[in-house]
């Protein structure tokens, strides 16, 4: 698809004024959260563990499924690699699609780091290549999205805005052929890609019905963003949402990942958060994603248990 071009400047100017046109339907008729996606009756949201955050177990993700299981979870969100691993251990992805449902689970998304947006002709074909494989990966298993990050265009800035949008929509047309939605997926520590503004971009200029963005506290903030921002999307435009929370230190030039914490035990501005998210109309799936150290040196259902728990906490306040 063929976009018109114009200056990065212009295509980051315009950016502030498209999120407006989320407002009045552009994403209507992105894909919706599958009625399989559960919830607690009456909540706007699906609770989902990132397998990342009993990541360091190192449990392997038959394992991790069973965890989300018994710790409550309606959902789980893997990552690709742990998919790739239980394949290269011999076990059958049929089997592993029907253990998921059968533990009541659904697989909402998951995460990869295919280069499917790099300026290098050949890196972008290769990246788009590895993107269909991970999202079959993600099919046969009944997944339903997966993350599209700014992944190999994180160091240098200057990205062109408009290049991205096309080259996003041929992720989606690649996704429209396997079943899975690649979500725009912000990093906060990406030179490009790190604030919503230029996300919804993307997104909204890639012309697909399903673009969509895949936002997460941690990396609104570590982006320098303003969180009361997510109140300009529509209800399409997010579909997952990584839930976490940050310490007051250190300052957000220092902080990285390993500092993530539960919901509601660090400064974050999660009430809000959550009420704006909620306001945007839709199931809103709300997966736990912390790469915190300490956590990763306790037993994964204790884990997984305390940190479904510090989400309803967190969704009872906001919504109450």
């Known amino acids: 698809m ?46 989902c563990l990132n397998t990342g955050t009993i990541r360091g177990q190192k449990l392997g993700l038959a394992k991790e499924a069973e965890v989300a299981a018994k710790a409550g979870f309606n959902a789980i969100e893997p990552w690709v690699s742990s998919i790739e691993e239980f394949v290269k251990g011999g076990g059958a992805l049929k089997d592993l699609k029907k253990q998921i ?41 009944g997944g339903q999205r997966l993350a599209a990050p700014p992944a190999g265009a994180t160091d240098t800035p200057g990205l062109d805005l408009v290049k991205a949008a096309e080259r996003y929509r041929a992720l989606l047309d690649a996704g429209d052929q396997i079943g899975v939605v690649p979500q725009i997926e912000l990093w906060g520590f990406s030179k490009n890609l790190n604030r919503l503004g230029p996300c919804a971009f993307v997104a909204i200029e890639s012309g697909h019905p399903k673009g969509c963005v895949l936002a997460d506290v941690f990396h609104l903030y570590k982006g320098g963003c303003d969180f009361r921002s997510l109140r300009l999307l529509s209800g399409h435009a997010i579909q997952v949402f990584h839930i976490n929370d940050y310490p007051a230190e250190p300052p957000r030039d220092k902080i990285n990942d390993s500092f993530r914490v539960f919901p509601g035990d660090g400064v974050a501005p999660i009430t809000q958060v959550l009420r704006d998210l909620a306001s945007l109309g839709g199931k809103k799936v709300l997966s736990l994603e912390l790469f915190n150290r300490e956590y990763w040196k306790q037993d994964a259902l204790d884990v997984a248990k305390a940190g479904l728990d510090k989400m309803k906490t967190a969704v009872a306040k906001a919504m109450g």
């Open 101 to 141: 449902s059968d533990l009541g689970l659904t697989v909402e998304s998951a995460i990869g780091f295919p280069q499917w947006i790099v300026d290098d002709d050949e890196k972008r074909a290769k990246g788009l290549e590895r993107a269909k494989f991970e999202m079959d990966l993600v099919a046969q298993i």
């Open 2 to 47: 063929k976009l018109q071009q114009f200056s990065r400047r212009e295509a980051v100017v315009r950016a502030g004024v498209v999120l407006g046109a989320a407002l009045t339907g552009r994403f209507a008729h992105a894909a919706d959260t599958p009625e399989s996606s559960r919830g607690p009756i009456g909540s706007p949201f699906v609770f």
